[in-house]
């Protein structure tokens, strides 16, 4: 078997509301890269749909289905910032794959901060129920690990502005390519 060269792509993680479609749309601009987003690639392949008409009609794991096969279609791609769904990284395989794919950036953000992004935002149907404070908890408990041990680079966001965390997700992304021309 061949060398596996590890694709130049940027891979947004996070959790909802961390601004990672934002912020990943802005990077791409400073990079030229083409910027996809997992969540409208979904919306896109299931007709229009809304993530939250998805989860009513087909369920979660018919959710997480899509979205693996979105990341899957993507994989042999290049020059692409690509914002993922917040769970999206919860699988192992999909996990396994990014690591292929190109640098995975980690958007911080603390719990506040989150809080305050989401309110009242209906589209997010994992943060619908009565107590939205707790759910969000309990995910971050669970999923903080599996991003800190996914990412090459974390960057806390809090009191920065959409520009700010781009120009220096960019420079570490330059940085890190100086010392690995591959990547
Ligand atoms: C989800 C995050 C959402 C979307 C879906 C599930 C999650 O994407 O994929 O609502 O499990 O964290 P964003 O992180 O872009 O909000």
């Known amino acids: 078997m061949g060398e596996v060269v590890k694709g ?15 912020v990943g749309r802005e990077l791409a601009r400073m990079l030229g890269f ?6 409208e690639e979904v919306i896109r392949a299931a007709g229009g749909r809304e993530v939250s ?6 369920g979660e794991a018919a ?12 994989a042999g791609e290049k020059n692409l910032v690509i914002s ?18 190109g640098l995975v950036v980690w958007l911080d953000a603390t719990r ?9 935002n209906q589209n997010r149907p994992l ?3 009565d107590n939205v ?28 502005s959409v520009g700010d965390v781009a120009y220096g997700v960019a420079e570490s992304v330059r940085v890190h390519r100086a010392g690995n021309p591959e990547g």
């Not at 506040?112 to 009242?120: T, Y």
């Not at 690990?145 to 966001?157: G, K, M, N, W």
């Open 8 to 22: 130049n792509n940027v891979l947004m993680i996070g959790f909802m509301g961390s601004g990672k479609t934002s």
């Open 34 to 39: 083409r910027f996809v987003d997992t969540d």
């Open 53 to 58: 008409q998805i989860f009513e009609e087909e």
């Open 63 to 74: 959710f997480r289905e899509r979205e693996a096969r979105i990341l899957q279609m993507l």
């Open 84 to 101: 993922t769904g917040g769970g999206l990284p919860v699988r192992d395989e999909n996990r396994r794959l990014m690591e292929t794919m």
């Open 112 to 120: 506040e901060a989150i809080l305050h992004r989401v309110a009242g």
């Open 127 to 129: 943060l619908r129920g």
């Open 133 to 160: 404070e707790e759910e969000v908890s309990r995910m971050l408990t669970e999923r903080r690990p599996i991003y800190e041990a996914l990412a090459e680079l974390r960057i806390e966001t809090d009191g920065l």
